[in-house]
């Protein structure tokens, strides 16, 4: 605390100083004059013998005080002044970081909360996704969720590992309550005893589904989400032991789980418990997510062989019914493929992110060129101010310090501003971003965040301020005041800095502009793939579910959808209706089985190639606008009748039978048992998962089919999307009528999902349009920047050069010729830029494989029309001041000096 | 520029850094002394040899007074003056024995070095 009390007391030592110094000088005159010198003469003898008194005392004081700091607050009383004297350069330069850092801010909050922070759960480091991969399982192979868990692997995992704390499976999905306000259709998730330990997040009232509840038959339980909680019940406790008709069956409510769990990327309403039944499990069912948390100081490797070891325990302990052999499964050669929970949440969006965050850091460093630029300029108007203050002694370390100071403080203004604009920005970006963007609610600026940015300030302000700071403060400072007031036509140097500057700016923009460039050639792609539906602005979805226990009898349920299909098909304006298992796109989990083909032969215990199936009434195709290659469309006659037809797609038609044509009146099956099916149709190609990804094969099956497991003589299709075509899909108008027409059918079924098929559709390419959105944005900032940069440059140098432009001009030349002269320095310096611009394009745009459709990342098309893009702005650019250059007055340029 | 320089090295021409200040101490070792009397002191008991600006006595003084090697006071002199009075405190007695003895040693290194008739 010394240096606290002395900082305190300085007054007082400086005051003590003068006086004793004072009080020296006095004793010495007395004594002088007692010694007989005149008054006068003793005064000048004491101040000789004591040499220069103010040096002494400056000396003396500047013992206590911490030049350091003292004279880094001098640098920035004295920056800032200089700052508030050139409000036009302040207002620009920190409105431009503003900007810069703004946009990085955002998009590192967004980074930093998807990608960089740990997910909410307890040790989070500890848990896994049990994801597996098995390349002999045809269609399920290429599925990016891999091969999820049956029922029965769940057991054998559950009981027989030796790597993990806890595991356990769990299933999205839909239920209706009813019995609370209007009927509601609830997102639900189904657990298995373990996921909830695996999470480890308390429940915020009542407790967490329990062993007991796993019991089939037992009681039947729920927990609900905080938000159902809230909304449904208002946050009241005493909702805990309330029953819920959850699909038409009471459950107790146990339990609400805090405010702002998720469950992995699921967000849920109402959570139920499994409960499976495990005498009953066969070997398949393939249809779960699996979870679980590792043993402390157990890694992926160790938990991976682990359940390698348990695949054939699993495989002798279960079996798919008398007859089957259960190391069928041998074939698909299952291999476990743990990972880190954190990298299923955050799926493939992290390229994107990552893809973005460089681009706008690409921008920021742009920006800070032209800043750089600017204050080129500026410190050169100062060069005068700044040799005057080296000449008056000013150390050129601490005149470099100065001018950084200056950038730093116009970097920290920036950058506080910049945070501003940020918070605005995290808004738009969460708007614009990927729909399916996960942790989307955890984002927000933290103080990661804050600091990261002011980092980027610092170091923003540090970059563009060094490069001038070191180009003018150096030794030769003092050469400056010689010239000063002369302006000659400067050397070639003195130019040099600020042509790098734009030169690398050219380049930096455009390697932001091929990527630009390709993410729209992508889209334009994506645009032209045929996805098997047609208009999809026209095309209205909504989804419905009819509970067992709201219509028990298979035929009731297809004579009730058949009822609202009339009467959707009623309502004005309406074209055709129709309905599916699920539209494409959807993202609902779709079904898969082995479909056999009469006419082949299989090996026994083949299990042929698994495809995806889906079930379908009669309309639908004429509705969704997806062509019938071959054969026609089922009958609602075939239907009621349950006669064994079925329609395919035409790559399986072509797999199988070598073409659509041939395909008709063949007939296949799912399982042994199943009657053999006749297909009636071949149906055009469907992008089933996504534009981008490879239409899969499809069988398609009628509504309602023979039962082929439980009692009753048929089965039906219970959840359907509901698909009207019509110009009046979207308006508030027409969606109130279907709501009635569904309703007149019957009020208790909740409609969910709906939507047109173009917001399906924009969901799912919603991953490139974000990255060409963001990619477009910055490559138009870094063009605009890069332009006023080289127009920047140009005219400043044709600012300078006016006297020898004029001599020129006298001597004769034409103004072509100066313009010629003009254009070729600015020409010089694009394409320099371009060129290295494409050598960086080159090895960056590959970085950005994945998002690309149907172009390479090193598309010539894409290449060489942003290079002449480019070179063509950067001519326009500099056209300006060429032209002003040649009407320089050659008069006027010689007198002016 | 030139010219404050110039002043500044004629100043300190037959002083080392640190010279200044131990010659503080010694004196103040034998009796504790204002400013004036310890510069005059100085002057005085090197027969006027050092050419010492009575002015430089302050910055060693306010040097030695951070370092806390002297404390002072305010009192009145003989000549009934009021003056600031600078004693020795017990850091500063320390300080000049190693100073002295760092100093000795480097006058024996130096005039081993300038004796005449040894190579």
Known sequence: MRWLKQIFSRRRTYADLSDEIQQHLEEKVEELVAAGMSREQAAAAARREFGNRTFAEEDARA???????????????????????????????????????????????????????????????????????????????????????????????????????????????TANVTGLAEPEQVRTVGVSDGVLQTLGVSPVAGRWLAKADQTPRGAETVMVSYGYWQRRFGGDRSAIG???????????????????????????????????????????????????RLKPNVNIAEADADLARMLPI?????????????HIYETWRITPAIRPLKQEVIGNVSEVLWVVMGTIGVVMLIACANLANLLLVRVEARQQELAVRAALGAGWARIVRGLLVESLLLGLLGGAMGIGLAYAGVRVLVAMGPAN????????????????????????????????????????????????????????????????????????????????GLMIRTFRELRKVEPGFTDANHLQLLRASIPGSLVAEPVRVTRLQNEILDRLQAIPGVKSAGFVSEMPMEGFDSDWDAIYAEDKNYSDGEIPPLRLFKHVSPGFYETAGTRIVAGRELTWSEVYGLRPVAMISENLARELWGSPSAAIGKRLTEFPKMPWHEVIGVIQDVRENGVQEKAPEIVYWPTMMDNLFGPGPAGATRTVSFVIRSERAGTQGFLDEVRRAVWSVNASLPLASVRTMQTVYDKSVARTSFTLAMLGIAGAMALALGMIGIYGVISYSVSQRQREIGVRLALGAQAGDVLQMVLSHGAKMALLGVAIGMCGAFALTRLMTNLLFGVSPLDPFTFATVAALLAVVALAACYLPARRATRVDPMVALRYE | MHETQT????????????????????????????????????????????????????????????????????????????????????????????????????????????????S
């Open chain 1, 63 to 173: 013992v206590w005080r911490w030049p350091r700091v003292e004279d880094f607050m001098q640098d920035l009383r004295y920056g800032l002044r200089m700052l508030g004297k050139a409000p036009g350069f302040t207002t620009v330069a920190i409105l431009t970081l503003a900007i810069g850092i703004g946009a990085n801010t955002a998009v590192f909050s967004i980074v930093n909360s998807v990608l960089l922070k740990p997910l909410h759960y307890p040790q989070a480091e500890q848990l896994v996704s049990l994801h597996q991969i098995a390349p002999g399982a045809a269609g399920l192979a290429d599925f990016e969720s891999g091969l999820h868990l049956s029922p029965s692997m769940y057991f054998t995992y559950a009981e027989q590992n030796r790597t993990f704390q806890s595991l356990g499976v769990w299933v999205p999905g």
């Open chain 1, 242 to 292: 309330r029953n819920l008709m959850v699909d038409s069956r009471p459950r107790e409510i146990v339990g609400v789980m805090p405010q702002g769990f998720r469950f992995v990327d699921t967000d849920f309403d109402v959570m139920v418990p499994l409960a499976f039944d495990r005498g009953k499990l066969i070997l398949a069912g393939f249809g779960f997510n699996a979870i679980a």
């Open chain 1, 314 to 326: 699993w495989m002798d302990s279960w079996s798919n019914g008398p007859g089957s052999n259960p």
């Open chain 1, 437 to 516: 963007l996960p942790r989307l609610a955890e984002i927000s600026l933290d103080t990661r965040t804050i600091g990261f940015t002011v980092l980027l300030s610092l170091f923003s302000g540090l970059v563009f301020g060094l490069i001038p700071a070191l180009k003018y403060a150096g030794p030769q400072v003092a050469l400056a005041l010689r010239s000063a007031g002369r302006t000659t036509s400067a050397s070639r140097e003195r130019y040099h800095a600020r042509n790098v500057l734009v030169v690398g700016q050219v380049a930096m923009a455009l390697v932001l502009l091929v990527g630009a």
């Open chain 2, 7 to 118: 002043m500044k090295n004629d100043k300190q021409r037959d002083l080392f850094p640190g010279a200044l200040e131990m010659m503080i101490l010694r004196t103040l070792k034998r009796q504790p002394l204002h400013g004036y009397a310890l510069v005059q002191h100085i002057k005085r008991t090197s027969n006027d040899l050092l050419q010492i600006e009575e002015g430089s006595l302050y910055p060693a003084l306010q040097r030695l007074l951070k370092e806390e090697l002297v404390k002072a006071e305010w009192g009145i002199s003989s000549t009934n003056r009021r003056v600031r009075i600078y004693k020795l405190t017990a850091a500063g007695t320390k300080h000049l024995e190693q100073e002295v003895s760092r100093f000795e040693k480097m006058l024996e290194g130096i005039t081993r070095v300038l004796a005449p008739g040894e």
